[in-house]
C-alpha cells in the first residue's frame, strides 16, 4: 500500500508539473490510470 501512495503521489506531481495544455492532461491521466492497473494487478496477484 506505501509502494502504490508513493506512485501516485509522484505521479501526480508529474502531472501537475508536466502539463500546460489539455491534451496533455489527456495524455498524463491516461499514464497515471495504466500505472494504477498495474500496481492494481501486482496487489491482487499476492
Same mark, same amino acid.
Given at each position: 500500500?506505501?509502494?502504490?501512495?508513493?506512485?501516485?503521489?509522484?505521479?501526480?506531481?508529474?502531472?501537475?508539473?508536466?502539463?500546460?495544455t489539455? #491534451?496533455?492532461?489527456?495524455?498524463?491521466?491516461?499514464?497515471?490510470?495504466?500505472?494504477? #492497473?498495474?500496481?492494481?494487478?501486482?496487489? %491482487?496477484? %499476492?
Open positions: 500500500m506505501q509502494k502504490l501512495l508513493s506512485v501516485l503521489s509522484l505521479m501526480a506531481l508529474l502531472l501537475l508539473a508536466g502539463c500546460s489539455v #491534451e496533455g492532461i489527456g495524455k498524463d491521466l491516461k499514464s497515471l490510470g495504466g500505472t494504477i #492497473e498495474k500496481e492494481a494487478t501486482t496487489d %491482487k496477484a %499476492k
